[in-house]
């Protein structure tokens, strides 16, 4: 492993460690509209962008680098890469797959911008690179009339993980975060990505594995249990496992604590991103 992540691991052995908040939502706060999203960058395009956040990190880079620096301000030791939605699989939406590698370089590099310029010596900052679900799932038909078709396939998301996966570790992040899984199918053909990428670069980054269980039932969408989740990914060895989003605190509390019962890593949680904390 490389030195920063070794780093990062001593320091989740002596205290909590802060990660940065909800993208998204202080993307929202801007109130950026559709020329923000095209920037210089896409001024022709046959589609309208607002919403691809992604698109952020290169058509209106500031943007990005004022939410990293506010959230390195208020305390984070970790921020997150504006890439949750950098996919060939979620790009698709906008035709913009294309510009997949290049928007999480962008955002890893102004990420590792924000937090080398933010760290001293007494307190260091990392960067994660952020792996979003997509927006396909590969366990669950989309089609309530055909119930074994399925819009994509391994193979494709762990080409879509990969080239994601890869522009950020080009682009300098020190670890790497598979969040918000709801199927974890697709979390297994992530692994199965980054694990070869590994093997190419010639070394390992740290991973967060996060879930997201969509109701009270403790499920997530493809009606794995807690700790199902975490038997089913524990092969990729994370550095923490934990829970992320659809619920607030006080409802997710238990399930994290569940997952503490089983997991033999750290415990990672940040719940509903669009919660507000006064």
């Not at 929202?28 to 691809?52: M, P, S, V, W, Y």
């Not at 670890?175 to 692994?191: G, H, P, Q, S, Y």
Request: proline share 4%; hydrophobic share 45%; glycine share 8%.
């Amino acid at each position: 492993m490389t030195e920063r992540a070794e780093k990062l691991e001593a320091l989740a052995h002596q205290r909590i460690v802060i990660l940065d908040g909800a993208m998204g939502t202080m993307i929202q706060g801007l109130g950026l509209e559709e020329a923000d999203f095209r920037g210089e960058l896409l001024t022709a395009h046959n589609i309208d962008l607002k919403g691809n956040n992604d698109l952020l990190s290169r058509a209106n880079p500031a943007a990005i680098r004022g939410i990293h620096d506010a959230f390195l301000n208020a305390g984070a030791d970790i921020v997150t890469t504006n890439t949750f939605n950098a996919t060939t699989m979620s790009q698709a939406d906008y035709d913009t797959g294309n510009l997949v590698r290049e928007i999480n370089i962008a955002a890893a590099r102004l990420a590792v911008d924000a937090a080398r310029a933010a760290e001293t010596a007494e307190r260091p900052r990392f960067v994660a690179g952020a792996l979003g679900p997509t927006s396909k799932t590969a366990s669950i038909s989309p089609d309530v009339a055909d119930p074994g078709f399925r819009a994509v396939s391994f193979d494709e998301l762990r080409e879509g993980y990969e080239e994601a996966a890869r522009g950020l570790i080009e682009g300098g992040v020190d670890l790497l975060l598979l969040e918000t899984v709801f199927d974890k199918l697709n979390a297994k053909a992530a692994i199965y990505a980054l694990e070869e990428l590994f093997d190419d670069f010639g070394y390992r980054l740290p991973l967060i594995i996060s879930g997201t269980i969509t109701d009270l039932s403790g499920r997530t969408l493809t009606g794995q249990t807690t700790e199902a989740f975490w038997y089913s990914v524990r092969h990729a060895e994370p550095m923490a496992v934990g829970l992320n989003c659809a619920l607030g605190a006080d409802q997710l509390r238990a399930y994290v604590h569940a997952l503490s019962r089983v997991a033999d890593v750290p415990v990672s949680a940040y719940p509903n991103a669009g919660l507000p904390n006064e």
